[in-house]
């Protein structure tokens, strides 16, 4: 089978044998209402409320949105509006906390004997995709199609993040019970866990564990970006090929991230929400490089102390990895759901941008064979037709045609801004 276009990156895996550290719990967290996709939750509290770990301090009615809880146990000091590092703006819940860390009496293992109550214990956990993209969990598991395909990503493909790798070397019971668990309520009969070939040792581990288990292999990748990227990592794994305008449950696939499907085995043997994230702390800045489980709330600035940044000198904060990763605007906003990484840069090449020398590299390099060069000129004239023509809504805003052009062009931006002048459905 042939591969999908890709680049060659340094992994820069600087805390991939680093094991992960529990941060000590703050004085103060503030929690988004918004950090999935899909419709911002309502505060379930109000000003001087106490508050316990597990409690559900958010939800909504909405079937595309998922609950949100607490992660400490505290006073409830402020109800505050909150901008988001994609610049919507919804509700938070600010939360002193006690240092108690009182269990709330809401924490209790869901009773699960079907897929209906599966995907209500789902939803109820406050699950979304934790690879980053923060899909909600009960609707990626629920789909109308049948599934008989269940892809495990364990790829992690961009430089720096180890988050995902320390998932798989740290509690194998959780990883392997979530992929039996998921399979048993959905009926699924296969599944494959995706692993790039930097992760030998995660390979060995887990081809162990599955030798004597029917339906589950383990999937080897090539060390190329994006192998980690939805459609990259269906194709690669099962030859299945998602048309422009499909979701992968059309072609009987669901893709869930290894933290996601090891926190569900969690959720339902212990009834604790999500309310923690491991997230890798890295990048020139960064005094001592670690995966940090920190409660969800949390500061950056707070994590990045601990971890020895010079905060006074980082010029770049990016969340996530430096492909796909967002610029985080203050670095006292909260560790949210999708946290994965934080990079902090007290340097950074801020090239500048010349004409295109129509060399024809980012084609080159694009998994899914677009033509970044000639959106590019057909968003600066506000051509959809041609935008559509040139199936510019299939782009995964990957990065890799903006890595390797010699011009410096912005040509990934240029992609999702094009995106926006498709008309919807």
């Known amino acids: 089978m042939k591969r999908l ?6 992994h820069r895996k600087n805390t991939e044998n680093s094991a992960t550290v529990d941060f000590p719990i703050p004085g103060k967290v ?14 379930l509290v109000k000003i001087g409320d ?3 770990v597990g409690q559900k301090i958010g939800d909504c009615d909405a079937p595309f949105s998922v609950p949100v809880h607490s992660g400490v146990s505290g006073k409830v000091v402020a109800i505050s509006d909150y901008q988001t590092v994609m610049g919507a703006v919804c509700k938070a819940v600010e939360i002193e906390t006690d240092g108690l860390q009182t269990i709330s009496e809401e924490v209790r293992p869901p009773e699960v004997t079907d897929k209906e109550s599966f995907i209500k214990a789902v939803r109820a956990s406050g699950s979304c995709g934790l690879g980053g993209a923060g899909f909600p969990t009960h609707i990626k598991l629920n789909p109308k199609n049948e599934i008989d395909t269940l892809v495990i990503n364990g790829a992690e493909c961009e430089p720096y993040i180890t988050a995902d790798y320390r998932e798989l070397t740290e509690d194998t019971e959780s990883v392997m019970g979530g992929i039996e668990m998921v399979m048993k309520y959905l009926g699924i009969k296969e599944a494959k866990l995706a ?12 081809t162990e564990l599955t030798a004597k288990i029917d339906g589950i292999d383990v999937i080897t990748l090539p060390s190329i970006y994006p192998q980690g990227a939805e ?11 998602v048309e422009e305008g499909t979701l992968p449950a059309d072609t009987g696939v669901i893709v869930i991230n290894v933290s996601t499907i090891a926190f569900l085995y969690r959720y339902v043997k212990t009834g604790m929400p999500l309310v923690t994230r491991r997230l890798t702390i890295d990048g020139n800045a960064v005094g001592e490089p670690k995966n940090v489980r920190a409660v969800i709330g949390t500061s950056f600035r707070e994590v990045l102390e601990f971890c020895k940044t010079e905060t006074d000198k980082v010029i770049k904060l990016i969340g996530g990895g430096p492909m796909m990763g967002m610029s985080i605007p203050d670095m006292d906003m909260p560790v949210v759901k999708t946290s994965n ?11 500048k941008t010349s004409s295109c020398i129509r060399c024809g590299r980012c084609v080159n390099v694009c998994p899914l064979g677009l033509m970044p060069a000639e959106i590019d000129r057909a968003y600066k004239i506000k051509d ?13 805003n990957c990065g890799s045609c903006t890595y390797v052009c010699p011009a410096n062009r912005k040509l990934a931006e240029t992609n999702q801004l094009a995106k926006m002048l498709i008309p919807r459905k």
Not at 384 to 396: G, S
């Open 231 to 241: 459609k990259v990592i269906i194709y690669n794994s099962t030859g299945r090929i």
């Open 195 to 206: 692993i790039e070939e930097n992760k030998p040792e995660a390979i060995a581990r887990y």
């Open 30 to 43: 503030r929690i988004p209402m918004s950090m999935h996709m899909g419709v911002p939750c309502q505060p």
């Open 384 to 396: 959809v037709e041609d935008l559509k023509k040139l199936k510019v809504m299939l782009c995964m």
């Open 341 to 351: 990484a934080v990079l902090a840069f007290k340097t950074y090449d801020d090239r």
């Open 5 to 10: 276009n890709g680049i060659k990156l340094k």
């Open 50 to 52: 106490t508050v316990a």
